[in-house]
T-cell receptor, first 114, second 112 residues
């Protein structure tokens, strides 16, 4: 049982490049989330998917797109990376009420945009 | 408007003593509260939670207290251990909301 996995672990992009962060969970959870963490800023929600087939904006969605590919996978895409998107990105999943409301986080992707 | 606030960025305690981490919220619709712990270079991990119908929940060395009238919750760690040194995030959610709102975290350092 791997829990929540994220790829890649590290990435360096140049301004204007695009990339997709991958996330998968094997806990059969309904809900999945993407957060970014900047120093001293805590976790800010980018997008979330309450259930397969739905996605919603969080606090800081600008510059990002998401795809809930199936129940297991939720990807985050940066179409044209900017230095302001340098951050650590965490994916999380949650059973959301069926068992509990806690979220299970992946190990994170450290992204640097130069 | 930050709906979940952790006003102490850092806290330092001696091993064996009590650690008290505080969290305030402004949204009266929040009905479920959670604490997460985060070590450097790792994702946060769930620690303990409490529903708004309770005022206390205990799990081993960890106890969360909820004061709804004051819109305040606290996490008590007794006794504190050096391995508890981490960043602690408070989070809150409201009924039928598909997401939680997180505070900015408090860095706890437990000195041997």
């Amino acid at each position: 049982n791997a829990g929540v996995t994220q790829t890649p672990k590290f990435q360096v992009l140049k301004t204007g490049q695009s990339m997709t962060l991958q996330c998968a969970q094997d806990m059969n959870h309904n809900s999945m989330y993407w957060y970014r963490q900047d120093p001293g800023m805590g976790l800010r929600l980018i997008y979330y998917s309450a259930s397969e087939g739905t996605t919603d904006k969080g606090e800081v969605p600008n510059g990002y797109n998401v795809s809930r590919l199936n129940k297991r996978e939720f990807s985050l895409r940066l179409e044209s990376a900017a230095p302001s998107q340098t951050s650590v990105y965490f994916c999380a999943s949650s059973p959301m009420g069926t068992v509990g409301y806690e979220q299970y986080f992946g190990p994170g992707t450290r992204l640097t945009v130069t | 408007d930050q709906q979940v606030k952790q006003n102490s960025p850092s806290l330092s305690v001696q091993e064996g003593r009590i650690s008290i981490l505080n969290c305030d919220y402004t949204n009266s619709m929040f009905d479920y509260f959670l604490w997460y712990k985060k070590y450097p270079a790792e994702g946060p991990t769930f620690l303990i939670s409490i529903s708004s119908i309770k005022d206390k929940n205990e799990d081993g060395r960890f106890t969360v207290f909820l004061n709804k009238s004051a819109k305040h919750l606290s996490l008590h760690i007794v006794p504190s251990q050096p391995g508890d040194s981490a960043v602690y995030f408070c989070a809150a959610r409201s009924a039928n909301a598909g997401k939680s709102t997180f505070g900015d975290g408090t860095t706890l350092t437990v000195k041997p």
